[in-house]
């Protein structure tokens, strides 16, 4: 281990963060697919009516999302005060528990009423592990990378969120192909959960090999394990010099104390929440979560609306890692600016297309530009963002907060899609096409408030960073 490069290191270290991203994005697939064989197992034995029963199913989102904002929230205290590493650990539990715990929550309790508590309690614990990697793996990953690679590094974050969802979507493929959706529905969807909890395994006994950050240990006064770490991640740079860099951030942060979160102004807290919220705001998740019905909306067949969610995760994939490729030389701003305007483009077609009523390839090819725009900018570059542009002293405070506003987001855009979606009045007149417009709008906003409120910090240091907020403030 001692004769692994730098450069080797840094890369193994941020692949190792990385696999928290793989899971968040594996989840969101797993749930997809169990979302039948749970109303089957645990709620249609009850004899409900349709309102409950879908009362009762709607919990089991639910219970992820409030994981997820519960994760999101206690991330700042848990990176502080366990570290990084430490934190990402929990996370790793949280999944293994989660996976395993939802598998064989019917084999051992069920299909009771407690029996859907029960599993909706593993449901919440595998938000929980979202919440924290959604914090923790950018900021892992921004403290032991280098600046001029760290773009790249932090983006594969998301590439690990498209890579997870694009894997769990052939799993659920792969299972119905080789079984049948009979089957799957009533023993094999065991094997989606059950897979989480294997990742979650290797991601735990990865993680044991990883220490923490240089910035946490030198905040825990750990100067010599900091020093030791920082020799192996950057050889060329005498430790002693990056600590005084570090020591002297956090100790101009402890003269403005009394400030707290505002130490360096509003602005850089108001920019962060921004980014993040709008990453959901232009309405990705509304698209990815729908589109089956979009699809069949604009004239496919149901049964072929698996292998057209399956084209959307690879063509997230192949543009999230072309993002990777180029956030460090063109910037962050100038991708979140023209992103922002590439998808208002197709938001708006597709919803014009909804509008009155064109179907074929147009507003199927606007569907998949707007993925392609968003797996270059918003998707991958937003977490860039988040973990670079929060000096050091305040971003166990601010981290949490920008990924809470992102997930309350998320939960905000999807119940506006159903409503406005379900309207018979916004239907009669825009034909479905509403929310798309909506989108359009929000998306151009996003971008303007990126153009006046965000610096650009490709190349920058993070003490560089910090140092660009004081003078600002």
């Given amino acids: 281990m001692s004769s692994e490069s730098s450069q080797g290191l840094v890369t193994r270290l941020a692949l190792i963060a990385a696999i928290g991203g793989l899971l968040f994005g594996y989840d969101s697939a797993v749930i997809a697919a ?162 989480e909890g294997m990742i979650g395994i290797a991601f735990l006994l990865l993680l044991l090999t990883a220490p923490d950050t240089p910035h946490w240990l030198v905040m825990k006064g750990r100067h010599s394990e900091a020093s030791k770490i920082l020799a192996r991640l950057e050889p060329q740079v005498d430790p002693s010099l990056t600590i005084q860099k570090i020591r002297a951030g956090f100790d101009k942060a402890m003269d403005k104390s009394s400030a707290g979160l505002f130490a360096f102004g509003i602005t850089v807290v108001f920019a962060g929440v921004a980014v993040a919220a709008f990453q959901q705001l232009v309405g990705i998740n509304a698209v990815l979560y729908y589109a089956p019905q979009m699809f069949q909306n604009l004239g496919f067949g149901a049964d072929t609306a698996l292998l057209q969610t399956i084209s959307i995760g690879v063509v997230n994939f192949i543009f999230t890692m072309i993002a990777s490729r180029v956030v460090d030389r063109f910037g962050r701003k100038p991708l979140l600016i023209w992103g922002a305007l590439g998808m208002a483009a197709m938001m708006a077609v597709l919803g014009c297309c909804f509008w009155f009523k064109v179907g074929g390839v147009l507003p199927l090819a606007s569907v998949l530009l707007y993925i392609a725009v968003f797996g270059m900018s918003w998707g991958p570059v937003c977490w860039v963002v988040l973990s670079e542009m929060f000096p050091s002293s305040i971003k166990g405070a601010a981290m949490p907060i920008a990924v809470t506003g992102q997930w309350l987001a998320n939960i905000l855009v999807n119940f506006l899609f159903k409503l406005a979606d379900g309207s018979p009045a916004l239907n009669q007149t825009f034909n479905h096409g509403f929310s798309y417009l909506a989108f359009a709008a929000l998306s151009i906003l996003g971008g303007l408030i990126v153009a006046r409120f965000v610096p650009e910090t490709k190349g920058r240091s993070l003490d560089e960073i910090e140092e660009m907020w004081r003078s600002q403030k």
């Fill in 34 to 195: 169990i979302g039948t064989p749970v109303d089957i197992h645990f709620i249609a034995p009850r004899h409900l009516s349709a309102t409950a029963a879908a009362s009762l199913s709607g919990m089991v989102v639910v219970a992820v999302l409030v994981g997820c904002v519960t994760g999101s929230l206690l991330s700042g205290w848990i990176g502080i005060r366990f570290g990084r590493r430490g934190g990402l650990l929990m996370s790793s539990i949280c999944f293994v528990a989660a996976g395993f715990g939802a598998a064989l929550t019917e084999k051992f309790f069920g299909t009771g009423s407690s029996a859907l508590q029960i599993f909706c309690f593993f449901r919440f614990l595998a938000g929980l592990g979202i919440g924290i990697v959604s914090t923790l793996t950018p900021t892992y990953i921004a403290e032991i990378a280098p600046p001029d690679k760290r773009g790249q590094m932090v983006s594969g974050q998301q590439m690990a969120i498209v890579t997870g969802a694009l894997t769990g979507y052939i799993f659920t493929w792969l299972l119905a192909h080789f079984g049948s959706i009979d089957w799957v529905n009533a023993n094999g969807w065991f094997w989606s959960p059950a897979s």
